[in-house]
Each structure stands twice: as C-alpha cells, then as structure tokens.
C-alpha cells in the first residue's frame, strides 16, 4: 500500500514482478506470507531469470534489473489448468488448495525463436507472446569474428552481440592449453581471425606446445567451441597512438578524431591524447584513454620480456616496437593496456 518512488528495489522484489509476468499467481505460488521469499527465488532461479552471481535479497543495481528483464524475455510463459480454492483457516490465513503446477504454454513450430540443435522447442517464452516480430539469429558473428547473436524486430536490426568466449587469453597461449580449457575430446583445426580477418588455421592438440603465433602479451584471444566441437580462435590487438588531429562534428557528421592516419567518431579526447585501440576489417572498433606513468627510472632489464623501473615490474607489450629505449638507467614515461 506505499508506491515509495525512493525506496530501494530487491531483487525478490523485482523477481516477483517478472514471475507474475510470466505467467506465474502470486496468490497459487504462495508469493504472499512468510515462506514469499524463499518461493520467488524458487521460480525465479528455475525458471532461468536469476543473473548469475547476484543476491536476490539484496537491492539491485540498474544493470542487474535490466539483465533480469532481458533474461524474462526469453524465459518460458506459464498457465495453471486449474488455480485452487481459497480456504480461510481458523487464524483468518487464506490457504489455495488443489491448486495445480504451472504448465508451459505450448508454441507453433511456425512461430518459435528459439531452437535446440535445429529443433523447435514448442514453447512459448516471453518474447514470442509479447514480442511477435522478435527474432534471434545464432549464426552471426560480429565485427571481430566473435560468434553472435543478431536480433530483429521484424526487418529492422536492433544489435549484434558477441557471445562469451568459453576461454580467454592476454598473453602467449600454446596449443594444449587451449585443448585442456575447451575441454577437447580430439585434435581439432581451429579457425582464426585477426583483427576481423581470417587467417591460418592452427591445430588444437592434447598435449602440443606449439604456440598461437598470433597471441601475445596485451593481444586478447578468445577460444569459442561449438556443439559440435568446432573451434574459433578471435584474435583481437591493442594498438597505443597519438591523436594527432580533432574535427569538429559539421553538416550531419559527427565529430571524430584522427589517430595513426584512421578517422573515429567520438566526443571524447582531445588532440596529443594517447590512446589504445582495437581494429576490425581496417577500422578502428574501440578507443580508451591510454594509462600514464610518467618519469620512471629503468632499474633493470630482462631480455624482451619485461623490465623494472621504480621498483615495479613491466611486461613489454606484444605491440611495442621501441623495446631498443629500455636501458638501464634510462627515465621514461611508460603508456599502459
């Protein structure tokens, strides 16, 4: 009886609401009295709307509330053949009796977004009632080379979203690692891309100490395996430059900044500002503010691998082409990924 637009929103709270949008009463589902909590984080948990890692009686965050509604989109609606009789007990407690299981809404085949290794589920999730023009394609991949998701409503495309990689990698990686992390039954030709373009294929092996050519210190490389086993490595590089030029967005163009010759629209940094960037296909993808330490004295060096200046250690990035500047001695400012 109090709306409290101030007050704080938990997540059994929240869950409650995505429950009872789904499909679920809150009267049958005993979301009322004592046990309400431990009943909504029952449903919410089974049927698949909990974000992981969160607490749900705990207040949520803006991010956690959206990735729970994302997550109700795609959960499975219900319905109750038959919703009991209200009992009233001699304490005055109302009681629903007989009431049986939340059922699955059945699903035209003709109308089903989602798929188990070709098949249609025959389910009806949240987005197929309310959402009829949704779709999702798993097929894709972004500009990266990342497998994807790309969603529409009807012809018109709302994003394309790379999937989490099942390993990742920052720094040289070997062949049985990789096997080990997937989880590999067999020698697998993974396929590779850089920076958005393919490349050679490399051999996933049990027990292979060959190394990923194209993997390195501050190079991301993430491993995707299939249903099938099959594998993708994603190579994506850190570049560091200087913005040497900051064009001020005009007739329709939006402003953008100029770094190592390639053009990048953003409002942020301002001309000298160093950056680190990623490329895909030729152009740059991401852009952030490199990170400065200024005037540090070389202590020592350690072949090409790393050095300590001020009594911190550095790892030379797979990227660095000035390594010949480290000397002992030497007072630098140092640019970090």
Do not use: H
């Amino acid at each position: 009886g109090n709306f409290d637009p101030e007050g704080e929103l938990t997540g059994l709270a929240f869950a409650k609401m995505m429950l009872v949008a789904l499909g679920y009463d809150a009267k049958v589902a005993n979301y009322v009295g004592n046990d309400w909590a431990i009943n909504v984080a029952a449903d919410a948990v089974n049927a698949g709307i909990a974000p992981k890692g969160i607490v749900l009686a705990d207040a949520m965050t803006r991010e956690q509330a959206a990735q729970m509604a994302f997550q109700t989109l795609t959960a499975d609606m219900v319905y109750y053949t038959n919703k009991g009789t209200t009992v009233i007990g001699s304490d005055g407690m109302q009681v629903i009796v007989g009431a049986s299981a939340p059922v699955k809404v059945a699903n035209s085949t003709t109308d089903d977004y989602r798929t188990v290794k070709g098949d249609k589920d025959e389910v009806q999730q949240f987005c197929e009632k309310y959402f009829s023009d949704l779709s999702v394609n798993n097929n894709g991949s972004d500009d990266f080379g990342r497998p994807s998701e790309q969603w529409k409503n009807g012809s018109k495309e709302i994003g394309t979203y790379a999937s989490t990689a099942d390993a990742s990698y920052t720094e040289e990686v070997k062949s049985k690692t990789i096997y080990s992390d997937l989880g590999l039954g067999e020698t697998t030709k993974a396929d590779v891309i850089v920076d958005g373009k393919t490349a050679a294929d490399f051999t996933v092996k049990k027990g292979d100490d060959t190394k990923l050519e194209a993997s390195g210190n501050g190079v991301l490389v993430e491993a995707f395996v299939d249903n099938d086993d099959n594998v993708t490595l994603v190579v994506i590089n850190t570049y560091v430059g200087e913005i040497s030029k900051v064009t001020a967005a005009k007739d329709g163009d939006d402003r953008y900044v100029t770094v190592d010759g390639k053009k990048f629209e953003t409002e942020s940094f301002e001309k000298d500002d160093v950056v680190l960037y990623t490329m895909a296909d030729g152009e740059i993808q991401t852009m952030t503010l490199a990170e400065v330490v200024e005037g540090v004295e070389v202590t020592k060096t350690t072949g090409d691998s790393s050095f300590v200046a001020d009594g911190e250690t550095y790892k030379y990035s797979a990227k660095m082409s000035n390594k010949g500047d480290v000397k002992v001695d030497s007072v630098l400012d140092l640019y970090l990924d």
